[in-house]
């Protein structure tokens, strides 16, 4: 193959890796604004939209280090393949569901493909791109297809919804998998890891699963104040649950994370950076469709297209990444993109109860996230090749939670007091962070 040819096959690879991303994220909020249609169909209750909603997020947080190790030991190109076709037929499933408890398991499943895809996707993708200019524009699209489905996904679920059926949203996905499956099986090779597990920590992974589920579930019962009292109690399980999965860490003879990945200095402050990105935005989008809706009066499906210029903008500051790393070590490129995260919840604040204001607040943060997730992506994959898979999973799972709590505290804040002071806290902690990222030394990968 001549290298021109290969250039252009690593670049189809990259472009298919992260459309598995974009629509594996789009199914976290692609059912939200259809919620009220679903529980008309299937006769469920106020009660059940909260499980709709959760019980993607609960499996698609829940099981990403333990794919991520899966690929490791099976092959990440068999255990993407695996979790694209889960994806398309349980989609199908879904799309007949009759009952309440066939909807949500439907949603479970598909968080649990979801878990199974992105960090074999994103593994291969750093394997596709080479280190250099090429890696951080791949990081840069692949940070633009996560974040822009994440705010997008409240659009296509109301479009789909209001135009065909709320049926409509499980039945999209099928043709889509069929499509995503062929093209990984003629464009994506296989990746030798070199890092097969000679034995696999059972434990470690149940009692991870376990504790990040609960936490997703318990932040997200606390949205509701008559399920805040269950909310608490999930999150005081996953605490301990939490605890016994370190403490186990500590004895076990293979633990499921490995010691040198606990103590990668990359790879923790990518995980903060990855946590911190999703908490000051997601949380903050979300207050935004509460406040056009309750507030102004709009239509979900108005809401949900005010949040598209936050999707361009993600898909802007994302394109910036790439000359911003020619300037800027990854480090100081994460400060700026936190700034801007933390200046666009500042608008939100100053700008509160406008639908321009909304708009402005939610373009300036959405410019600072694209930046940001380069950056928080890169510092955290600058580990040793044997810690690439495990990191993707990590730095993934610490997104999810950093949606699920960020949402969660700041729904209640709002609640409790105004909107204004919760994006204001957002804006403390993106603000915090980047401080933090400004006076911290650059480390490089050690083999």
């Not at 878990?115 to 996707?121: F, I």
């Not at 109301?158 to 464009?187: C, E, H, S």
């Amino acid at each position: 193959m001549s290298a021109e040819n290969a250039s252009a096959a690593r670049r189809g690879a990259v472009v298919l890796l992260c459309a598995v991303q974009f629509v594996d994220v789009l199914g976290v909020t692609s059912a939200t604004t259809a919620v009220p249609e679903i529980r008309k169909g299937v006769g469920g209750t106020e009660a059940s939209a909260s499980l709709i909603i959760a019980s993607y997020a609960m499996f698609f947080g829940g099981l990403l280090v333990l794919a991520s190790l899966l690929g490791d030991r099976f092959g990440h190109r068999r255990i993407l393949l695996t979790g694209i076709g889960m994806f398309a037929v349980v989609s199908a499933a879904g799309a007949l569901s009759s009952s309440v408890i066939a909807v949500v398991a439907t949603r479970a499943l598909l968080g649990a493909a979801a878990a199974l895809s992105v960090p074999s996707a994103l593994r291969l993708l750093l394997a596709a791109a080479p280190e250099g200019p090429r890696r951080t524009g791949a990081l840069a699209l692949w940070s633009a297809a996560g974040a822009a489905a994440g705010a997008a996904g409240f659009v296509v679920g109301g479009l789909l919804t209001q135009l065909l059926d709320w049926r409509a949203v499980f039945w999209i996905n099928a043709p889509i998998g069929v499509l995503l499956f062929a093209g990984v099986l003629l464009l994506i090779p296989v990746l030798s890891t070199g890092s097969a597990m000679q034995r696999f920590d059972v434990l470690g992974a149940v009692l991870l699963i376990l504790a990040v589920m609960s936490l997703v579930v318990g932040t997200t019962l606390l949205e509701a104040e008559g399920t805040r009292v269950v909310g608490l109690t999930a999150i005081g399980l996953a605490v301990v649950i939490g605890t016994a999965f370190v403490l186990w860490q500590r004895r076990a003879r293979a633990p499921l994370i490995p010691a040198d990945a606990v103590r990668s200095p990359n790879l923790r402050a990518g995980t903060l950076v990855s946590f911190v990105n999703t908490a000051a935005t997601s949380s903050a989008s979300v207050l935004v469709t509460l406040e056009l809706q309750d507030a102004l009066g709009l239509s979900p499906l108005q809401a949900g297209l005010s949040l598209v210029w936050l999707s361009v903008a993600v898909a802007v500051g994302a394109a910036l990444s790439r000359p911003l790393a020619r300037r800027l070590q990854p480090n100081r490129m994460g400060a700026l993109g936190l700034a801007a995260i933390g200046a666009g919840d500042l608008v939100l604040v100053v700008s509160a109860g406008t639908v321009a204001g909304a708009i402005a607040g939610t373009v300036v943060l959405g410019a600072g996230l694209g930046v940001a997730s380069v950056a928080g992506t890169t510092i955290g994959t600058t580990v040793p090749a044997r810690l690439a898979g495990v990191a993707t999973g990590i730095l993934n799972t610490g997104a999810q939670l950093g949606t699920a709590i960020g949402v969660a505290v700041l729904v209640v804040v709002s609640i409790s007091t105004s909107a204004a002071l919760a994006w204001g806290i957002a804006a403390l902690a993106a603000g915090a962070t980047a401080g933090w990222l400004v006076f911290r030394r650059a480390v490089p990968a050690e083999e």
